[in-house]
C-alpha cells in the first residue's frame, strides 16, 4: 500500500470530535471535579478549629453528597407531560377534619406527643434589619419570636402540657437568638436550638470551594446555609430528635418563623394521631391553601409517578412557566406549614432514603466572584414519607411578612391580636387580605415607620399602591383601591385624618407645618 493509501486509511478511522462519547467526556470530567472538591476539603479540614472538627467533618460528608447529586442529577428526566392529576384523597379539605368534639382530655393527650420547630435561619437584610429576622418588632411592641412563644405559652398553660419550640438557627442568626433567648427563662415554653449546616460556597468557574480557612470568622461570605431542606440532617445530627423519640414525641410540627399564621391546630394534630376510619397515619403533611394572583410563583403538589411531589418554579421548564403560574390548573400553593413524624425522620435519614430537588442559587460575592449555593427546600422530602397528604387549610393560616407591605396590614385594625394569635378583624366585612404594594423608599422598616404619622385604617382597603416619596399623616383611612404616585423630584404627603376612598393621587402635595 503506498503511502496516499495510509493516509486515507488514517483519515477514515480517525474519530472527529462529533464522534467523541460525550457523556464519558462528561462522566470524566464530573469524576474529576468530585475528587478535586474532595481535596479542597480535606484541606480545609485541616483548618477547623479543634472544638469544631468533628462537626465540620459531619457538615462536609452531607455536603460532598449534595454536590455528587449536583454534578449527576438523578432527577434531571423531569418530563412536564408526566404530571397526572392528583388523586382526589392527595388533598384533604379542612373542613373534613374538623372536630368541635375534641375533650379537654382528648387535646392534652395529642399535644403531649408534639414539638415545634420554627425555622429561624433568616436574617433581617431584606427589610433593612441587622439581626435575626425573628427579632423584629411586628405588631403591640412584639417581636416574631414573641409572638411564637405566647402563642405556646398559651397552649402550655391552658393544656398544663409542655409543647416544646425548637428553633433551628444558621450560623447567621444563632449567637443573638441565644442572646435573646434568656429573657423567655420564666416562660412555660421549654426552648431548644440547634444549627443547620454550614456548607461552602463554590465558585462557579473551577467548582472549587472559595474559603481558605474552615475557621468559619475568618471569611464569613465563603459560606452559606443551605436552605431549610437541611432540617432532616440537622435535627437527626444535633440528637435532639432521638431525646424528643425517647419522652415519647410523635410529631413535629415545623413552619417558617415569619409565617405569623402558623398556630399550632387542634385538628390537624388529631387527624394525625388518630385517623379516621382506622386509617395509617400519615407520616408527612403539607398545610397548602387556594392560589391567588398574589401567590402564582409559590410551590404547588403534583401526583408524579405515583407520588405526591412539590413543584417549585425553579424546576419548570421555560415554556411551561405560564401554565404553572395558572390559578385554573394549579390551584393551591405549598403554605411551608409541615407536619412530620419523628419515627419516620429517624426512618429515611438512617436509610438514606431522604430525597429533595436540588436548588442551584447563583450569587455574586462582594469581591465580585460568581458562586453556587447548593440548597433544598424542607417541603420537597413529602415524596420521601408513607401516606404523605395534603390538607387544604384557610388562608388564615397562611400570614408571612416577608416585606413592609406585609408588615403594614400585620400593624394596621385589618387583624386583632391577643396571646400571640392574630385574626382577621370581625369588623371587616369580607375575608380577603388587601393587595399591598409599597414603593422602595418602603422598603427598609425604619424608613417605613419614618413615612407613618400612624398606621392608616385599613378595615375596607382592597388594594394600595404608592410609589415615590410618599408621607401619611395620622389617623388616615384607606378604602377600597388607592394608588399614589409621586414622580421622581414630586413628594406628597397625605393630611391627618384623610380618607381615600378608590382615589388616584399623583403629583405634588405638600403639608407645610406652621
Not at 449536583?70 to 412536564?80: A, N, R
Request: with cysteine.
Amino acid at each position: 500500500m503506498d503511502s496516499t493509501n495510509n493516509i486515507e486509511g488514517r483519515r477514515r478511522h480517525q474519530r472527529t470530535p462529533s464522534q467523541v462519547d460525550l457523556n464519558e467526556f462528561k462522566a470524566l470530567t464530573k469524576l474529576d471535579a468530585s475528587s478535586q472538591l474532595k481535596k479542597e476539603l480535606d484541606k480545609l479540614l485541616l483548618t477547623a478549629p479543634q472544638n469544631e472538627a468533628d462537626t465540620i467533618r459531619t457538615e462536609f460528608t452531607g455536603f460532598e453528597k449534595l454536590f455528587q447529586r449536583y454534578l449527576c442529577p438523578d432527577d434531571s428526566d423531569f418530563k412536564w407531560t408526566n404530571i397526572e392529576p392528583l388523586p382526589k384523597e392527595a388533598i384533604v379539605p379542612y373542613t373534613n377534619i374538623t372536630n368541635n368534639s375534641l375533650s379537654y382530655e382528648n387535646i392534652r393527650a395529642n399535644l403531649s406527643k408534639l414539638i415545634v420547630i420554627k425555622l429561624n435561619g433568616g436574617l433581617g437584610t431584606s427589610m433593612g434589619c441587622k439581626g435575626p429576622k425573628s427579632t423584629i418588632t411586628v405588631r403591640d411592641d412584639l417581636t416574631f419570636l414573641d409572638l411564637i412563644i405566647r402563642q405556646l405559652e398559651n397552649i402550655n398553660l391552658a393544656y398544663n402540657v409542655n409543647v416544646p419550640l425548637v428553633l433551628m438557627n444558621s450560623f447567621n442568626t444563632d449567637e443573638e437568638t441565644n442572646k435573646v433567648i434568656n429573657k423567655y427563662n420564666h416562660i412555660k415554653v421549654k426552648i431548644y436550638t440547634f444549627n443547620q449546616s454550614r456548607y461552602p460556597r463554590i465558585d462557579k468557574e473551577n467548582l472549587l470551594p472559595i474559603a481558605k480557612s474552615a475557621a468559619f470568622d475568618s471569611d464569613v461570605e465563603s459560606w452559606y446555609p443551605p436552605g431549610h431542606g437541611d432540617l432532616y440532617e440537622s435535627f437527626y445530627n444535633s440528637g435532639l430528635l432521638k431525646m424528643f423519640l425517647n419522652e415519647g414525641k410523635e410529631y413535629v410540627f415545623v413552619s417558617n418563623s415569619d409565617n405569623l399564621g402558623a398556630t399550632v391546630d387542634m385538628n390537624i394534630l388529631n387527624f394525625l394521631l388518630n385517623p379516621p376510619n382506622n386509617n395509617k397515619s400519615p407520616e408527612f403533611l403539607m398545610e397548602v391553601t387556594d392560589k391567588t394572583r398574589a401567590d402564582v410563583k409559590g410551590g404547588t403538589l403534583i401526583n408524579y409517578q405515583g407520588k405526591l411531589r412539590l413543584l417549585e418554579i425553579a424546576q419548570v421548564p421555560k415554556e411551561h412557566v405560564d401554565e404553572f403560574k395558572s390559578v385554573s390548573k394549579f390551584k393551591i400553593f405549598n403554605t411551608n406549614n409541615l407536619w412530620i413524624n419523628l419515627k419516620a425522620i429517624e426512618r429515611v435519614i438512617e436509610e438514606e432514603s431522604l430525597h429533595m430537588e436540588i436548588i442551584v442559587n447563583n450569587k455574586t460575592t462582594d469581591k465580585g466572584i460568581n458562586v453556587i449555593q447548593l440548597e433544598t427546600a424542607s417541603g420537597a422530602a413529602i415524596k420521601s414519607f408513607d401516606g404523605a397528604v395534603g390538607i387544604n387549610v384557610p388562608r388564615s393560616r397562611f400570614l408571612p411578612v416577608k416585606t413592609t407591605s406585609d408588615l403594614l396590614l400585620i400593624m394596621s385594625n385589618l387583624y386583632t391580636q391577643k396571646k400571640g394569635l392574630l385574626e382577621m378583624n370581625p369588623k371587616r366585612s369580607f375575608p380577603s387580605v388587601p393587595l399591598v404594594k409599597l414603593g422602595s423608599g418602603f422598603a427598609k422598616v425604619s424608613e417605613f415607620l419614618k413615612r407613618f404619622g400612624s398606621i392608616p385604617d385599613c378595615l375596607e382597603l382592597d388594594h394600595l399602591t404608592v410609589s415615590g416619596d410618599v408621607t401619611f399623616g395620622k389617623s388616615v383611612a384607606l378604602r377600597g383601591t388607592v394608588i399614589i404616585i409621586a414622580n421622581h423630584g414630586d413628594r406628597i404627603d397625605i393630611p391627618a385624618g384623610a380618607i381615600l376612598e378608590n382615589k388616584i393621587v399623583s403629583g405634588n402635595l405638600r403639608i407645610l407645618d406652621h
